[in-house]
C-alpha cells in the first residue's frame, strides 16, 4: 500500500515569511495528492490539490508542487499571516481504489505576528 | 455551504461499554467515510461506506466497529465494548464520487475511553 512521509513535524516562521513543507509517497501508481489544513478543534479541510499530469499549481498564497520522477510533492505557502496556523496533511491516492487518502504525519505551522 | 456535522462532539465512556457516533452526511453525497485520528499523530482511515455497504475497511475496522445508515441521512460508528486505545478523533467525511474528488470532513467526535 501507499506510505507517505512528511517533513517536518513543526515548522515556525514569521509572519510575511514563506513556509514549505514536504511529502514523499511510495506507491508510483499514486495520481492524486491533495493538502488538508486542520484548525484546532476542527476536521482537515482541502486547502489544494495537484493530479499527476501537472507538475504545479497555485491558488493565491499557495502552491503545490509535485515531483513524479522523485515521488515527491510539496506546499509553499508565501507571505504568511498569523490565520495560516494549523496543522497542514499531505496524502497520497492511488488510482485503483476509492477515495481512501493515506496521509502524512502531519505539519504544525505556527505563524509568529 | 453545505457541511458534514457530527454529533456529540466529545464523548466520555466507560471501557467496555458500546458508543455510537453520528454525522449528517452532505445530502447529495454518496459515499460516507469514517477516519480516526489518535492525539498527535495521522489521520487513519477507518471504513468506506456505498450504496448501504462498506465498500472498504481498514486492519484498524474489526468486529468490534460496525457502520450504518439508519434512515438515509445519518451515518452512525458502532464502536462495541470500548478499550481505552480507542480513545481518539473520529471524523465522518462524505464525497460526490470516488474518483479523485474532494472529500468533506465534519468537526469530529472526541472520544474519551476512561
Known amino acids: 500500500g501507499e506510505n507517505v512521509e512528511q517533513h517536518p513535524s513543526t515548522l515556525s516562521v514569521q509572519e510575511g515569511d514563506s513556509a514549505v513543507i514536504k511529502c514523499t509517497y511510495s506507491?508510483?501508481?499514486?495520481?492524486?495528492f491533495p493538502w488538508y489544513k486542520q484548525e484546532l478543534g476542527k476536521g482537515p479541510q482541502l486547502i489544494i490539490d495537484i493530479r499527476s499530469n501537472v507538475g504545479e499549481k497555485k491558488d493565491q498564497r499557495i502552491a503545490v508542487t509535485l515531483n513524479k520522477t522523485a515521488k515527491h510533492f510539496s506546499l509553499h505557502i508565501t507571505e504568511t499571516q498569523p490565520e495560516d496556523s494549523a496543522v497542514y496533511f499531505c496524502?497520497?491516492?492511488?488510482?485503483?481504489?476509492?477515495?481512501?487518502?493515506?496521509f502524512g504525519r502531519g505539519t504544525s505551522l505556527i505563524v509568529h505576528p | 455551504e453545505p457541511e458534514v456535522t457530527q454529533t456529540p462532539s466529545h464523548q466520555v465512556t466507560q471501557m467496555g461499554q458500546e458508543v455510537i457516533l453520528r454525522c449528517v452526511p452532505i445530502s447529495n453525497h454518496l459515499y460516507f467515510y469514517w477516519y480516526r485520528q489518535i492525539l498527535g499523530q495521522k489521520v487513519e482511515f477507518l471504513v468506506s461506506f456505498y450504496n448501504n455497504e462498506i465498500s472498504e475497511k481498514s486492519e484498524i475496522f474489526d468486529d468490534q466497529f460496525s457502520v450504518e445508515r439508519p434512515d438515509g441521512s445519518n451515518f452512525t460508528l458502532k464502536i462495541r465494548s470500548t478499550k481505552l486505545e480507542d480513545s481518539a478523533m473520529y471524523f465522518c467525511a462524505s464525497s460526490s464520487n470516488t474518483v479523485n474528488t474532494e472529500a468533506f470532513f465534519g468537526q469530529g467526535t472526541r472520544l474519551t475511553v476512561v
Open positions: 506507491d508510483s501508481a499514486s495520481n492524486y
Open positions: 496524502a497520497g491516492l492511488s488510482s485503483g481504489g476509492s477515495y481512501i487518502p493515506t
